[in-house]
């Protein structure tokens, strides 16, 4: 079945680091990704839809030139999180659509960021 | 008011009893509804869709769908220890977007 794949799994840094995280699809094309964040106990908040091709969309309150993300192809898309600081640190979670609007999405592992 | 709604539990059910987990959602206009499980530290798989009023069955897991009342459940039967998780009622607005609830923590006792 479709995959995505998010790497890395885990990253622990310092505060004022960039991290990139990466999300790709394994055996299907995605113009379309999205990337949510999750704090604990809490559920799963879109953070911004990226787009191939064009810019991403963010959602209300999620600054963009903080979050950046990048759809460079029909398979990868990148979030860099710049200049991390401790509240930034949370489970960020990618997924992709794999057919029509309404079907199921499939998510990525996730990536555990911690920021010292 | 939510988009979506769920009741954060904890919900705890005997093993081989019969959990029930209910979602409300606001958006009248919603069509497509997802129920996915989601293990501590993982990231949520899905366990059932439905697009249509009434029931949708699957092994032991039966979604049910009721549009008038803005309502969609998740029934699973004899339940198991290994179906102990966090259950995510999830939505589709506009594009593709899901709106999840915040969760029901389902605890199934041996």
């Known amino acids: 079945g479709a995959v995505v794949s998010q790497h890395p799994s885990w990253v622990i840094c310092k505060s004022g680091t960039s991290v990139k995280i990466e999300c790709r699809s394994l055996?299907?094309?995605?113009?379309?990704m999205f990337w949510y964040r999750q704090f604990p106990k809490q559920s799963l908040m879109l953070m911004a839809t990226?787009?191939?091709?064009?810019?991403?969309?963010?959602e209300q309150g999620v600054e963009k030139d903080k979050f950046l993300i990048n759809h460079a192809s029909l398979t990868l898309s990148t979030l860099t999180v710049t200049s991390a600081h401790p509240e930034d640190s949370s489970f960020y979670i990618c997924?992709?659509?794999?057919?029509?609007?309404?079907?199921?999405?499939?998510f990525g592992d996730g990536t555990r960021l911690s920021i010292l | 008011q939510k988009e979506v709604e769920q009741n954060s539990g904890p919900l705890s059910v005997p093993e081989g009893a019969i959990a029930s987990l209910n979602c409300t959602y606001s958006?009248?206009?919603?069509?497509?509804f997802f129920w996915y499980r989601q293990y501590s530290g993982k990231s949520p798989e899905l366990i059932m869709f439905?697009?249509?009023?009434g029931d949708k069955e699957d092994g032991r897991f039966t979604a049910q769908l009721n549009k008038a009342s803005q309502y969609v459940s998740l029934l699973i039967r004899d339940s198991q220890p290994s179906d102990s998780a966090t259950y995510l009622c999830a939505v589709i607005q506009g594009a593709q977007k899901l709106v999840f609830g915040q969760g029901t923590r389902l605890t199934i006792n041996p």
């Open positions: 990226s787009n191939e091709g064009s810019k991403a969309t963010y």
């Open positions: 997924s992709a659509p794999t057919g029509a609007s309404n079907q199921p999405q499939h």
């Open positions: 439905i697009y249509s009023n």
């Open positions: 958006d009248r206009g919603s069509q497509s």
């Open positions: 055996d299907f094309q995605a113009t379309t």
